[in-house]
């Protein structure tokens, strides 16, 4: 394992699959402790398992980034676990797959940016969080 991370944090949300999962691996893989967080408390816990599998530190969180109030537990939840918080990697998107932008919805719109752009940046960025 590489060490470019030891002895940092991070929280990657959206981790539960794809991208995401392929991301909490290879902090963990540059030995980093990770915190995943995903809507799917499964498949978060899957990837910590991979993670722990390889020798890595995880913990998975059920969030869902468009709640300020899950945004806040999961940074106060990498705060308590790790005493820090050196990386945030906003992964977790929501949106209808496949349609026009012409043909969404107003309310599936609002909840692809509540998702994609919402509440995760405001959270860790407020000055109790430095």
């Not at 995903?38 to 468009?66: F, K």
Request: proline share 3%.
């Amino acid at each position: 394992m590489s060490s470019r991370f030891a002895g940092r944090s991070v929280i990657v949300t959206g981790s539960g699959s794809g991208i995401g999962r392929a991301t909490a691996v290879r902090f963990a893989a540059e030995n980093a402790s990770v915190l995943v967080a995903d809507i799917d408390l499964d498949a978060a816990r899957q990837t910590v398992h991979e993670i722990e599998a390889a020798g890595g530190v995880g913990i998975a969180l059920r969030v869902d980034v468009s709640q300020p109030t899950d945004v806040s537990a999961m940074v106060d939840a990498a705060l308590s676990a790790f005493g820090r918080l050196d990386v945030l990697h906003n992964n977790a998107y929501w949106g209808p797959i496949n349609t026009p932008v012409v043909d969404i919805s107003f309310e599936d719109w609002q909840r692809t940016v509540d998702v994609t752009l919402g509440e995760s940046f405001s959270a860790v960025g407020t000055p109790s969080r430095r």
